[in-house]
């Protein structure tokens, strides 16, 4: 199988077992994990933050973000298709008792002065107040594109004024960071909170981390504990995320070519279904509005020739590139998709 679904379907190499299998452990409850304790000191440094916790998972690090920024009662703003209010289940309000309402960005592209209309601070006894907005970098369903770094800081400055926290949700700002060449702090200063995830393109099996100030990573790693997250042993997994940011980065870039490979395959033969001016990473999105395929269908007659990919929506399907992938898989799948998608937009 050629699997296009996630970047999260990686598995680990054998020298990522061999660093896991040699790490150092105790149990992380008492802070006694000295592998986790150095990965947290490691990548706080690496953001410019004073502190992290490691999570299981990304949802976990971006609620609890959201957890220490937002009141119960008080209200989230971030983009549409955002992941924190598309694909995390409601959890901002199960779990924090707070509201959200979102502005539509094209392609999940900040544009700062969109935040803000919608953002009303302090709002006082009668209307929901303002109290954080969040960023998804690079956005995922808006196929990989890569926030520009001057909206960022106009947001930063922006929300400042008006006293608005900023939560990054930097899943992917590892990619992000290689398709810009932008440092990991430069985007991390602009935000009082910051999630990341190792288990994406770098290939980790498990692994998220809060960044931000001591005081709310304290606070954080209490909310970890209390919605059942408190890990013991972990460091077998930090030891994986280690290897994963020693040696897994800069591959990244093959992740974005060959991304850039199908959507060149796609565009040739169905230019109205891609954009090629937002192919930034390692993510493609379809739109196939116009073909006589659904994305369920498109799915199905890949599945027919051992290629997987994503439905997101009844007309928009999503190929993610990942370092489990060969040039040759590239290859095979662009020439499968670049077939059947002739005939769908003919038909
Ligand atoms: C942008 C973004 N944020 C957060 C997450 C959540 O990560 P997890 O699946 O580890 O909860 C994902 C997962 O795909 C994601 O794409």
Redesign the pocket.
């Given at each position: 199988m050629i699997d296009l679904r996630?970047d999260?379907v990686t598995k680990p190499s054998d020298e990522m077992r061999a660093a896991i299998a040699a790490a150092p452990v105790g149990d992380d409850v008492y802070a006694d994990d000295p592998t986790v304790n150095t990965l947290e000191e490691r990548v706080a440094a690496l953001f410019g933050k004073e502190a992290g916790v490691f999570t299981?998972?990304?949802?976990?690090s971006?609620q609890l973000g959201i957890r220490t920024l937002v009141k119960p009662g008080e209200e989230l703003l971030t983009e549409t298709f955002?992941?924190?209010v598309r694909?995390?289940l409601g959890a901002g309000a199960a779990f924090s008792g707070i509201t959200t309402r979102t502005w539509e960005g094209d392609h999940g592209l900040l544009v700062a002065d969109d935040a803000m209309a919608i953002a009303r601070p302090d709002s006082g006894p009668y209307l929901v107040s303002t109290t954080a907005i969040a960023v998804?970098n690079?956005?995922?369903f808006g196929g990989g594109t890569v926030q520009p770094i001057s909206e960022i800081r106009k947001l930063r400055e922006l929300t400042k004024k008006v006293g608005i926290a900023t939560h990054l949700?930097g899943?992917?700002i590892w990619n992000a960071h290689v398709a810009t060449g932008i440092p990991f702090a430069d985007y991390a200063e602009n935000f009082d909170t910051v999630?990341v995830?190792f288990?994406?393109g770098l290939g980790a099996p498990?692994g998220?981390m809060l960044l931000s100030t001591k005081e709310r990573v304290a606070e954080a790693r209490i909310w970890r504990k209390r919605y059942g997250a408190g890990m013991r042993q972990v460091g077998i997994l930090a030891a994986a995320v280690n290897f994963a940011l020693d040696n897994n980065i800069p591959a990244l870039a093959d992740d974005h070519r060959r991304a850039r490979v199908l959507a060149d395959a796609v565009a040739s033969v169905a230019p109205t279904s891609v954009d090629l001016d937002f192919a930034h990473t390692n993510i493609v999105v379809l739109n196939l509005e116009g073909s006589s395929l659904t994305a369920p269908e498109l799915n199905a007659e890949l599945k027919k020739v051992n290629i997987l990919a994503s439905a997101l929506g009844p007309k928009t399907l999503r190929l993610v590139t990942h370092r489990d992938l060969s040039d040759g898989d590239i290859a095979t799948a662009s020439e499968e998709l670049a077939k059947l998608l002739q005939r769908a937009f003919k038909a």
């Open positions: 996630s999260t299981p998972t990304g949802s976990l971006n955002a992941h924190i694909a995390e998804e690079t956005h995922n949700d899943a992917r999630s995830c288990s994406k498990i998220s």
